[in-house]
């Protein structure tokens, strides 16, 4: 295989042949594409330039040394990567090492987030017996027709309609109505995130969270918490909800669970739930399955990748996180773009003022089909771009930006993205 014809030829590719609108947006925004490798956990582009990758899933860089030397030590090998049998000795040994790190005993193996969000909610109906799930407002669970139907109303979800029947929002930090929708003792689970990143990256309060636990256990409602942004030491700790009054019944794991090289996500509950499930015959054992859920290969690279979730890593992410949450606080203060900055650990959000001027406007571009999302956000991240930082918005929230360094990055990196994060914001406020 060719790597440099690939890398030559194959965004033309792309654009005729995958996806020309998302060709489009990102030779119009600047973002960079044409990347010709990776360096010390960095994106390195055509021109020999690093990029510092904050988009969130790979949480300890690029192409992770100990992961791929893991699975190259694999394909070494003349093992099986899928067993017909579905009796994987790799899937026993990476559930095993997650009980180890988290205490549930069943995990349910599949290749993206949302595989696992739409394995909570098929367990969480079979295992109850009832018809509902919910959701909270803002939400982002996936793109599949479960988990779509989970989604916050808007381009993620709008154009799929009917959705799954039963499933239903309530907005977050409404206690009277998370209690109003339970009280009739027909929900299944609600699913939540910890922090909700595309919807602006608002982390739920401790009083929401304690009100969530006894409410849910009071109506035998299964909690099931997507920790596929906050798990995997981002929060400084194994899991996002350790801290919280309850464990929930359910944990959703993704993106960096294959150590940012192989698809891999868990389902994660206790043996009880699921069997209650899954367990009653053999007719029903494998009801729901995924065909490379838990294959070999990307099991060996998440084994790889919890080897390195040590508790010196995630000691190292919470301070790393500390000071990044302090430093964006001073460095952002008194800017007259900047509304709020929101987050905990190596998760921030940075919400911008949707200014009014008349060329800050999708309409002024043309596009008016993206009339009421304001384009700030991108501007500042297509600013980002040419300082050599990958930035993003928020999916449900484009004047928001969602920030999520790796886990290992030094101080003084961090330092130096803030900086030139508050000296673009100042340019564009010249401007408006």
């Known amino acids: ?79 099986p990567s899928w067993y017909p049998s579905r009796v994987n000795p790799y899937a026993g040994r990476l559930g095993r090492a997650l009980f180890e790190r988290t205490g549930y005993d069943n995990a349910f193996f599949g290749m993206s987030g949302s595989d696992a969000v739409e394995a909570s909610m098929k367990l969480a109906r079979a295992a109850t017996g009832r018809p509902r799930v919910l959701s909270l407002l803002g939400a982002y669970h996936g793109t599949t027709m479960g988990s779509c139907a989970l989604m916050n109303p808007g381009m993620f979800r709008d154009p799929f309609a009917p ?11 409404d206690v009277d109505a998370l209690a109003r929708a339970l009280e009739p003792e027909d929900v299944a689970a609600i699913i939540v995130e910890p922090i909700q990143l595309e919807g602006g990256v608002f982390p739920l309060s401790d009083r929401y969270i304690t009100s969530l636990c006894e409410l849910t256990t009071k109506h035998g409602t299964l909690l099931v918490a997507d920790e596929v942004q906050t798990g995997l030491g981002r929060l400084g700790r194994f899991l996002g909800t350790t801290t919280w009054p309850r464990r929930p019944d359910v944990i959703v794991l993704a993106k960096a669970l294959g150590g940012g090289l192989l698809p891999c996500s868990a389902m994660l509950t206790r043996k009880d739930t699921f069997l209650r499930a899954y367990g009653k015959d053999m007719a029903t054992a494998e009801a729901h399955n995924v ?28 301070a790393r996180g500390d000071h990044f949450q302090a430093g964006l606080r001073r460095a952002l203060a008194g800017s007259p773009l900047v509304v709020e900055v929101r987050g905990a650990g190596l998760i921030a959000g940075v919400e911008l003022s949707a200014t009014d001027h008349p060329w800050l406007s999708f309409e002024h571009f043309g596009m008016d089909e993206l009339d009421g999302h304001s384009p700030i956000g991108l501007l500042v991240c297509h600013r980002m771009y040419k300082r050599g930082y990958y930035c993003f918005v928020c999916g449900h929230r484009w004047n928001t930006l969602r920030l999520q360094p790796r886990l290992d990055i030094e101080e003084n990196e961090l330092d130096a993205f803030v900086t030139a994060l508050r000296e673009e914001i100042d340019t564009i406020a010249e401007l408006v």
């Open 291 to 318: 065909t490379f859920g838990g294959n070999a290969m990307s099991c060996v690279a998440a084994l790889a990748m919890l080897d390195l979730l040590s508790p010196e890593v995630f000691a190292v992410a919470k």
């Open 1 to 79: 295989m060719d790597h440099a014809e690939i890398l030559r030829k194959g965004v033309e590719d792309f654009r005729r042949f995958v996806n020309p609108l998302v060709a489009a947006r990102v030779a119009m925004t600047g973002e960079p594409y044409r990347i010709a490798g990776t360096r010390d956990g960095k994106l390195v582009d055509e021109g020999g330039r690093l990029i510092e990758d904050l988009h969130g899933t790979q949480s300890l860089g690029h192409r992770v040394a100990a992961v791929a030397d893991a699975v190259r030590d694999w394909l070494a090998t003349d093992a």
């Open 163 to 173: 959705h799954l029947p039963g499933v239903s929002p309530v907005p977050p930090e």
